[in-house]
């Protein structure tokens, strides 16, 4: 039989009540108590109800993460991380893909807060990036949390976790620029995502800090995906004064151009140079190996569900931002040129 409260109560031998504050991580509990009950937890193996304590109380123990994003690897190192931080923290998780297009998505999230009895939700791009979206959530009496890209939050209207892709993107530009390149193309993402702007303008930055013109054929507009990376880069390719480097705005990307070259009898690095962005398994299962910019997204979804946990618990202020910076990771997609 499963192990119950009472279980937890009479083992460590304090009350049901102390055993709910335990395991609510309340901190008007002393920290010897809270050892003694931990213990029985693990020892009894217990596993509280969270639906039924939601159901049965006023507090609710389920936080969402809603999302629409091409890139699987993204999503799922993403659900991996939110997902360990619930563990940790005695939370469940609601998954909740949906298309950021869509005219009703606001009454869509909103039937779903009021349908689930969710306490909080965890927003990426685009939707991280949709002020009026995010204001109405906040209107809601949830707590919100957003991963964003760029340096500093453009609003007060919630936490957020910031990822610095202009400095990244200027950092892998600059590699580049180190090794000789001075005719680099650029592979846009998606235009609806703050993070091709971003990268977009770090890439900019770096080629006006090095003297280098800025040249507008060389960047192509695309999407975040496999495809838009081998069209790309074969319109580089094709040009009369080739470029001698590509920068991605991602790994998927990245590696549609690496595949576009190979097709097009491309010596890769050779006769041209490649990088991606996120450090995603696509930047090490090709050939060659991708340079890349390192972003921890498994620690980032930690930290922004911690962070959104915390909202729930305690209430803190909106004010918070955690900066992270992705870092450049040279492996065999790029070389110097003569």
Request: net charge negative; aromatic share 6%.
């Amino acid at each position: 039989m499963k192990a119950t409260i009472n279980d937890v109560a009479k083992d460590a031998g304090v009350s049901i009540k102390t055993v709910s504050r335990v395991i609510n991580n309340e901190a008007s509990v002393r920290d010897n108590t809270r050892e003694k009950v931990m213990a029985s937890v693990e020892k009894l193996n217990y596993h509280p109800n969270l639906a039924a304590r939601s159901l049965a109380g006023t507090k609710a123990y389920s936080i969402a993460y809603i999302y629409d994003n091409p890139n699987a690897y993204y999503i799922i190192d993403m659900q991996r991380g939110i997902l360990d931080a619930c563990k940790k923290q005695g939370f469940e998780l609601l998954i909740h893909p949906c298309d950021a297009k869509e005219t009703r998505i606001i009454d869509e999230i909103t039937d779903m807060v009021k349908r689930t009895r969710i306490a909080g939700i965890l927003l990426t791009p685009p939707f991280s990036e949709m002020p009026n979206f995010v204001e109405k959530l906040t209107q809601l009496n949830i707590k919100v949390v957003r991963i964003l890209s760029g340096h500093s939050a453009p609003d007060t209207l919630t936490p957020c976790i910031m990822i610095d892709d202009n400095c990244a993107s200027k950092s892998i530009t600059e590699h580049l620029i180190n090794n000789g390149h001075t005719r680099i193309g650029f592979l846009a993402g998606g235009s609806e995502h703050n993070s091709t702007k971003e990268r977009l303008e770090g890439y900019k930055a770096a080629l006006t800090q090095h003297n280098i013109e800025i040249d507008s054929q060389l960047i192509i507009a695309g999407e975040y995906s496999f495809e838009s990376g081998v069209e790309g880069a074969k319109v580089l390719i094709n040009q009369t004064n080739r470029p001698t480097a590509i920068v991605s705005c991602n790994d998927e990307i990245a590696a549609g151009a690496l595949f576009a070259a190979r097709l097009m009898e491309i010596d890769i690095p050779s006769q041209l140079s490649i990088t991606g962005f996120e450090d995603s398994p696509f930047s090490r299962q090709t050939w060659p190996k991708l340079t890349t910019a390192h972003q921890p997204n498994n620690q980032i979804a930690q930290d922004a569900a911690n962070l959104l946990i915390a909202q729930i618990r305690n209430g803190n202020d909106r004010d918070i931002i955690k900066q992270y910076t992705p870092e450049l990771v040279v492996r065999d997609s790029t070389a110097h040129i003569d």
